[in-house]
C-alpha cells in the first residue's frame, strides 16, 4: 500500500472509529462502508476536513447484492456507492452504504453534501429502486414513465413484464404482456478468487 493510502486509512481509522462497519484497502483502492444512519454525518467530514477534503462526487450507482459470486448474499441487499475525489489532496475513496431494508431500501440523500449527486441518486433509484431520501426531485430518468419494476435488480426478469407495439388500428403505441418465453441466453461468468491480481 502506498504512503499516502496507508496515511488516509489511518485518518478514517481516526475519525471514524465505531462508525466503521468496514475499512478495506485492496488493488490499491480504499473502500469504507457505513451505516446507512451514519451516512450524512460521515460524508460531512470527509467533505469538511482538511487532510480529506473530499470536494468532488465523481460517481454514485446501486448494487444488488441478492446473488455474489457462486453463493447467496449473507447481509443486506441493496447498497449505495459512492466514488470520491479530494483535487486539493490528490486522494481517492470508495464510500459504501447498505440500505437497512431489503424490502423498501431508502438511504439519505448526498444532495445537500454533494448537489451532483443528484442525476445520479435519480439513476440508481430508476435502476435499484434505492429511495433517496431527501432527494428535491426523485423520478425515473432512464425508462418510461409508466415502467413497471426496476431493471437492474437480479430477481427482474430478462425479458421484463410488459412489451409494446404499435397498433395500427389505434393509431398509437400499445403495452401488452411479453408475449416470448422467458429465456437466460447469456452465459454467466463469475471469475476465481484472485482473478486480475496480477502474478502471471
Not at 467530514?45 to 441478492?66: A, K, N
Not at 443486506?76 to 452504504?97: A, D, I, M, P
Request: charged share 25%; aromatic share 12%; proline share 6%.
Amino acid at each position: 500500500m502506498s504512503p499516502s493510502l496507508e496515511a488516509l486509512k489511518g485518518r478514517l481509522q481516526n475519525l471514524f472509529e465505531g462508525r466503521a462497519r468496514a475499512l478495506v484497502a485492496d488493488r490499491g483502492e480504499l473502500s469504507l462502508t457505513v451505516a446507512a444512519h451514519d451516512l450524512l454525518p460521515v460524508a460531512g467530514v470527509l467533505r469538511d476536513d482538511p487532510q480529506l477534503g473530499f470536494d468532488t462526487l465523481i460517481d454514485l450507482c446501486g448494487v444488488d447484492y441478492l446473488n455474489y459470486g457462486n453463493a447467496p448474499w449473507e447481509g443486506l441487499r441493496f447498497c449505495s456507492v459512492v466514488h470520491l475525489l479530494s483535487v486539493r489532496n490528490n486522494l481517492r475513496l470508495r464510500l459504501k452504504t447498505f440500505a437497512a431494508d431489503d424490502e423498501f431500501p431508502v438511504i439519505a440523500s448526498l444532495t445537500a453534501v454533494w448537489p451532483a449527486a443528484g442525476w445520479f441518486e435519480r439513476e440508481s433509484f430508476d435502476l435499484f429502486g434505492i429511495i433517496y431520501e431527501g432527494h428535491h426531485d426523485l423520478r425515473r430518468i432512464l425508462t418510461d414513465y409508466g415502467f413497471v419494476g426496476h431493471p437492474f435488480r437480479k430477481d427482474f426478469p430478462v425479458s421484463g413484464y410488459v412489451e409494446m407495439r404499435y397498433d395500427a388500428e389505434q393509431g398509437r403505441v400499445i403495452y401488452q404482456p411479453v408475449s416470448i418465453e422467458p429465456r437466460e441466453n447469456i452465459p454467466r461468468i463469475v471469475r476465481e478468487d484472485g482473478y486480475g491480481a496480477g502474478g502471471g
